[in-house]
């Protein structure tokens, strides 16, 4: 099939818009009143689609060369629909051929604060315990590259008191440990699902969907590869990157609140309708957002017509 042309593209409706059309053909197209157009001229209508309901987000890294990797995306669940997740900033160390790693865990002021420390590692094995001020952490999930590395995420609600981050291994191996704080998280219901992949080589960028996510939700990525480089996609804000012992790199980003109009890194890149819907009076687009075509980082969801 041909690539599609554009034939006319519209930045601005400030000027004013026309009326919805409801012919049982043209959804979502409205008829212009000649102030941006032609009088008459049928095109896509305007409208908002900001908060509210659940989308789809695609996050990821590409990688400088071959690498096993493993790679993780999971959505921190806003404690109010209509506030959006927020971070509050991140710490990090690493250490080689040891079974423990002890850094700062600092805490920030705010609302409904979540902790969320990444662990990367050689071998094939998670930590046997993380826990920030004593308190163990719950651990989130894991996903390892055969017995090359393994990322883990491990999380605590309620962080009040600034303390060290310990994790402890049953064996000594290379470790780097990242902890991203976040406010306005859903307390009882902090994380949505653990989405993983892995791979033992590849140069493919490395990408994660995470599905069923709110749209003031925060998305948190993290890879956990060989010595490359890794890099987010545009929107995609690089929190954290680090090597150690030139073995293992852990790196954790954020695409922040992908579903909200004012996000200013995302835009509206197409529409697709769905052509059968279990009610047939009222149709519905899918809308697809992103930083640049064709990039990881993009977010999808459901406009009711």
């Not at 590692?121 to 993380?130: F, Q």
């Not at 140069?203 to 998305?219: G, H, L, Q, W």
């Amino acid at each position: 099939m041909p690539k599609g042309q554009l034939l006319k593209r519209w930045n601005d409706f400030s000027a004013g818009i026309g009326h919805l059309i409801d012919d049982g053909r043209t959804p979502g197209m409205y008829s212009s009143s000649g102030l941006l157009g032609l009088k008459g001229e049928l095109r896509p209508a305007p409208f908002i689609n900001t908060s509210g309901g659940t989308g789809n987000a695609i996050a990821g890294y590409t990688t400088s060369g071959s690498t096993a990797f493993g790679i993780a995306a999971v959505a921190l669940q806003p404690a109010d629909s209509g506030t959006a997740v927020t971070t509050s900033g991140a710490s990090g160390a690493g250490i080689t051929n040891n079974t423990t790693l002890t850094f700062s865990g600092a805490v920030t002021s705010g609302d409904n604060r979540c902790l969320v420390v990444a662990v990367y590692s050689t071998g094939g094995s998670a930590p046997t315990s993380v826990t920030q001020d004593g308190n163990a952490m719950a651990s989130v999930g894991n996903v390892s590259s055969g017995s090359t590395l393994t990322l883990s995420v491990w999380q605590l609600v309620g962080v009040t008191t600034s303390a060290d981050i310990v994790i402890t291994f049953a064996g000594a191996v290379d470790i780097v440990g990242m902890a991203s704080r976040f406010n306005g998280v859903h307390q009882t219901t902090p994380i949505g699902t653990f989405y993983s992949n892995s791979s033992t080589a590849t140069t493919n960028p490395a990408a994660e969907v995470v599905e069923d996510c709110e749209s003031n939700s925060i998305i948190l990525c993290c890879i956990a590869a060989q010595n490359v480089t890794v890099t987010p996609p545009s929107g995609q804000g690089a929190q954290q990157t680090d090597v150690e012992n030139s073995t293992i790199r852990g790196a954790v980003s954020v695409f922040k609140n992908p579903g909200l109009l004012g996000n200013p890194n995302y835009h509206f890149q197409y529409f697709f309708e769905e052509p059968e819907t279990a009610d047939a009076d009222n149709p519905f687009l899918y809308a697809v957002r992103g930083h640049d075509e064709g990039t990881l980082g993009v977010y999808a969801s459901k406009i009711i017509l």
